[in-house]
């Protein structure tokens, strides 16, 4: 009796035809599977930037799963492979919307907590991650160098409408010092700083079993809280 090889998984056939040529682009594009599927994040795009260049050219968008640089691009493709960051070092980011916040400062949970402001009711941003393997040494000039090229995040605005109810607006990208607020009798404009998730996946095989966990990374100090 003869047997056929197994059928590839979804992801493995995932892998295969986006032409990844390196474990780095595997993964990539594993973190970005898990995502879609376990965690049921939305509008996903994978983009590629390029460390310690001149000038910054922020995320360039990569064409869907495929490993080929936005036309645009002018940047190096070629990756060093080094722990420490060189001129031209490409590095494959992820972005995109999770169902409900990643993080919420505590400064702005507070105000939420005391205006009976649900979460919910306040749009999630896009959360950028970085794809990482338990294999991979990094140093803070590498995470540094990754930070420089991630855009500013968006204010958060809760505004006072007719009537006394608050609600949220929004804002545009502005030059506040990010983890800073704000604060008008009418209005509460929140700054986050900067943040990375970092998708890390566990060895497979001895003992590991390939286990994906993220964790978030923000940039600068993070203010002590007060009691009370």
């Known amino acids: 009796m003869t047997t056929s090889p197994p059928e590839p998984s979804a992801l493995s056939s995932l892998i295969a035809s986006s032409g ?3 474990a780095s682009d595997s993964l990539s594009i594993e973190i970005l599977h898990n995502l879609q599927y376990q965690h049921n994040w939305t509008d996903l795009k994978r983009h590629l930037i390029c460390l ?3 000038p910054n050219y922020g995320l360039i968008e990569l064409n869907g799963l ?3 640089q936005h036309p645009r691009s002018h940047s190096p493709s070629s990756s060093s ?3 420490t960051p060189t001129a031209g ?3 494959a980011l992820i972005s995109g919307l999770p169902t409900r916040h990643a ?9 939420l907590v005391r205006h009976s402001i ?6 999630v941003q896009r959360e950028y991650v970085l794809p990482l393997s338990l294999s991979e040494t990094w140093t803070l000039g590498r995470f540094c160098a990754v930070f420089d090229q991630l855009p500013e995040r968006q204010p958060l605005i809760v505004d006072q409408a007719a009537g006394g109810r608050r609600q949220y607006l929004g804002g545009n990208q502005n030059d506040h010092v990010n983890g800073n607020a704000n604060i008008t009798p009418a209005r509460y404009e929140h700054h986050d700083q900067k943040r990375v998730l970092l998708g890390l996946k566990a060895k497979e095989g001895g ?7 993220y964790y978030i990374m923000q940039e600068g100090e993070v203010k002590p809280r007060q009691n009370g």
């Open 20 to 22: 990844a040529k390196s």
């Open 52 to 54: 310690n260049t001149l």
């Open 66 to 68: 495929g490993l080929q």
């Open 81 to 83: 492979g080094t722990s």
């Open 89 to 91: 070092e490409t590095i």
């Open 103 to 111: 993080y919420i400062h505590p400064d702005f949970q507070n105000y």
């Open 118 to 123: 649900e979460e919910t009711s306040i749009p």
């Open 207 to 213: 003992g590991g079993d390939g286990t994906i966990v």
